[in-house]
């Protein structure tokens, strides 16, 4: 496995005590990492170990990671009884009672029953605890979203080997044409100098000298190692365990630059229509490296 897409998604879960997390991970393509993170209220302690478990992973992208937790949360639940309230509230109920002459009738369930008494607490979960569950899930999530941006990347990989070759065969097209396109203006260059000098025998040695003229501003021997050389790199990198998207996205560059310089030199039909063939492939090969982490 080589090349990863930059688009998934993945869903983890894992359950303790009756309480359920839920991890789901999206990333689309991105420049550079952007990490968004939601974690539920009272968990906020747990972002960095999050944060640092996605860097391992994901190295491009947005991504967007979701995490939730539900279920039964009573052991975490406390009622806890304000004793000095509840005795503040019987001695006022006694003094009032004598104060108008009426019977403190006064119970326990009635005292209970007056506000704050008898106060829910909430207990604070241990963090270590609570991340040996949320990190099973976390991983699950990231596992499924991987072998998705895998999956993708192979078939992107695929297509741009195959628009590789393609590439690779038109630039050996041109290269096989330039010979006989020297020959064509050789030719073509004898006749015009016969015309112009009226059937005078022509000087072999001058006419070898605006020959290697010609040669030499036809020869693109150069841009044609370079784009072969490009080509054998950009193989490289679609096979390489690394992170290769920027890599690939400016060694396109470099292809195109070659194109150009090479187009600009040769001033022929038919090779021209063989550049634009070449910049074509570049293009919709550029569209997809755009996706390559």
Request: one cysteine or more; aromatic letters at 4%; proline letters at 2%.
């Given at each position: ?17 009756g309480?359920?997390?839920t ?5 689309v ?7 968004k993170?939601?974690l ?5 302690g ?5 944060r640092?478990s996605?860097?391992?992973?994901f190295t ?11 279920g039964?949360?009573s052991?975490?639940?406390e ?14 109920l006694?003094k009032?009672?004598?104060q108008?002459?009426l ?16 106060q ?14 949320m ?6 999530a990231?596992?499924n ?8 990347g192979?078939a992107?990989?695929a297509?741009?080997r195959e628009?590789?070759?393609?590439f ?13 396109l020297l ?12 015309k ?6 022509l000087?072999?040695?001058?006419l ?13 021997t150069?841009?044609?190692?370079r784009?072969?050389?490009h ?11 690394d992170?290769?998207g920027?890599?690939?996205d ?41 996706n390559?982490?």
């Open positions: 496995m080589s090349s990863k897409s930059m688009t998934g998604f993945g869903r983890g879960e894992a359950e303790t005590k309480r359920r997390w991890v789901e991970i999206r990333c393509n991105h420049r550079y990492l952007d990490l993170m939601k539920p209220k009272g968990y906020a747990l972002e960095e170990r999050v640092k996605l860097t391992t992973m491009r992208g947005r991504v967007d990671v979701t995490l939730t937790v539900s039964d949360f052991d975490l639940q009622i806890e009884a304000n004793t000095s309230l509840a005795l503040t509230y019987r001695d006022s006694a009032l009672g004598e108008l002459g019977a403190n009738d006064t119970s326990l369930s009635r005292l209970a029953s007056y506000p704050d008494v008898l829910l607490n909430q207990r604070t979960e241990d963090l270590d605890d609570v991340w040996q569950v990190q099973k899930a976390l991983l699950e990231i596992t979203c991987d072998t998705m941006r895998s999956e993708e192979e992107m990989a297509d741009l628009r590789l070759d393609l690779s065969a038109v630039v050996t097209k041109i290269e096989t044409r330039i010979p006989e020959r064509e203006r050789q030719e073509k260059l004898e006749e015009r100098l016969q112009l000098l009226d059937n005078i025998q000087d072999p040695q001058r070898a000298q605006e020959v290697a003229i010609l040669a030499d501003k036809t020869d693109v150069e841009e044609i190692v784009l072969n050389c080509i054998e790199q950009f193989r490289a990198f679609l096979d390489s365990e992170a290769t920027r890599k690939t400016f060694l396109l560059q470099e292809f195109l630059r070659e194109v150009n310089t090479m187009a600009s030199k040769i001033n022929d039909a038919s090779i021209a229509h063989l550049t634009v063939n070449l910049k074509a492939e570049l293009e919709k090969m550029r569209e997809q490296v755009q390559i982490e």
